[in-house]
Nanobody, 124 residues
Framework: QVSLVESGGGLVQAGGSLRLSCAAS????????VGWFRQAPGKEREFVAA????????RYADSVKGRFTISRDNAKNTVYLQMNSLKPEDTSVYYC?????????????????WGQGTQVTVSS
């Protein structure tokens, strides 16, 4: 069992930056692929980024490529999402998810462990 807790959300102006953290507890976290997803009101949950268990592989949605960076510190059992050049359309609840996977899947159904989410609001 893995428990995930997100933090770092908040209100920021367009063009600003935020860094989200996903802290894990429970089973050995460094064996898990971790993904970030987001969901805006009335919309489906969408993939944002994922990172391999070693941190050597990353994957991004086209909408955030070049602006967001995912990283992990397995010694701290934490995964980060650095978000730069934020846009109003990035406003969502951001969730981290994890599972023992062999690939950085973009589908949310592949991830069995989820955090409670953190709100990110970008004002224009």
């Amino acid at each position: 069992q893995v428990s995930l807790v997100e933090s770092g959300g908040g209100l920021v102006q367009a063009g600003g930056s935020l860094r989200l953290s996903c802290a894990a507890s429970g089973r050995t976290f460094n064996n898990y692929v971790v993904g970030w997803f987001r969901q805006a009101p009335g919309k489906e949950r969408e993939f944002v980024a994922a990172i391999s268990w070693s941190g050597g592989g990353t994957r991004y949605a086209d909408s955030v490529k070049g602006r967001f960076t995912i990283s992990r510190d397995n010694a701290k059992n934490t995964v980060y999402l650095q978000m730069n050049s934020l846009k109003p359309e990035d406003t969502s609840v951001y969730y981290c998810a994890a599972d023992h996977l062999s690939f950085m899947h973009t589908s949310s159904v592949r991830y069995g462990y989820w955090g409670q989410g953190t709100q990110v609001t970008v004002s224009s």
